[in-house]
């Protein structure tokens, strides 16, 4: 095509008039030459509006620095003052329809997209804001997906914190009752089904409680001046746990131990 209209009140626009105050009439005057380029090249067979120069080209052609027209370049698609093709990554400005009018071109196919943009609002741009929004979807649910793994590695990892935590606790637990009785030193048979109970019961005691209340039971057997009964298999005990209602308090193990009486860890 020859021609395409150019509104008097162009300059007014807000996106012009931001272009123009970051980069002043050479970003105004790029614009331009963009349109006109694209004008120039729209044919019966090549009807969509694309820019076949790349900026380079252009830079090239004019004696300017490539690197400052590619950045004029990207702030007007940034704005909304052109487009990139998702396919061929070329400049295009779907909106340049809005100045043609049918009557002045013969092509039939120019016609057409003309009266398509026209009668649909912009038909065309509304299919690259398709594809557009394709990919932003796309790398919203990309996102969307690294953000699940990241908080289910966070999940597992607060779990094998929590896992090594909890087989801490039962050690604790399961170390603080004595392996023999203090009368006859038979051994109170303490095995490794103890700590799935230890484990169960965690869910309604706190370590702490669990381990005072070993502890008082200890005390009230040893304290027996005239009758010390045997120690309890851990099993039994633990099938009998004496609920002493302990507040959740963190009492000395080590020292009531070793100081009453004298066992070592």
Same mark, same amino acid.
């Given at each position: 095509m020859q021609y395409f209209k150019h509104m008097s009140n162009m300059r007014h626009d807000l996106k012009? =008039? *931001?272009l123009v105050k970051k980069y002043g009439l050479k970003g105004y005057g790029l614009y331009n030459l963009i349109l006109e380029s694209i004008t120039e090249n729209l044919t019966t067979e090549s009807p969509v509006p694309d820019l076949e120069e790349t900026c380079d080209d252009i830079a090239d052609l004019y004696?300017?620095?490539?690197?400052?027209?590619?950045?004029?370049?990207?702030?007007m698609i940034n704005c909304g003052l052109l487009e990139t093709d998702e396919v061929t990554t070329q400049l295009t400005c779907n909106k340049l329809y809005k100045f043609l009018e049918s009557n002045q071109t013969r092509?039939?196919?120019?016609r057409t997209m003309i009266k398509a943009y026209k009668e649909r609002n912009n038909s065309i741009c509304s299919l690259v804001l398709?594809?557009?929004?394709?990919?932003?979807?796309?790398?919203?649910?990309?996102?969307q997906?690294?953000? =699940? *793994?990241?908080i289910e590695q966070e999940k597992n990892k607060h779990s094998e914190i929590v896992s090594v935590d909890l087989n801490n606790d039962i050690d604790e637990i399961y170390k603080a009752y004595p392996s023999k009785c203090h009368l006859d030193g038979r051994s109170l048979g303490k095995c490794s089904k103890d700590k799935t109970t230890i484990k169960r019961m965690l869910k309604k005691y706190s370590k702490y409680q669990m381990i005072r209340s070993i502890e008082?039971?200890?005390?009230?057997?040893?304290s027996n001046e005239k009758f010390k009964p045997r120690f309890k298999n851990f099993s039994t005990f633990l099938?009998?746990?004496?609920d002493y209602d302990l507040p959740k308090?963190?009492?000395d193990i080590k020292k009531i131990m070793k100081e009453k009486y004298g066992w070592e860890d």
């Open positions: 012009i =008039k *931001k004696n300017e620095n490539s690197t400052e027209i590619n950045e004029i370049a990207c702030y092509s039939e196919a120019i398709d594809g557009q929004r394709q990919s932003q979807t796309f790398v919203k649910e990309q996102e997906e690294q953000n =699940k *793994k990241r008082l039971y200890l005390e009230e057997c040893l099938n009998q746990f004496p308090v963190k009492p």
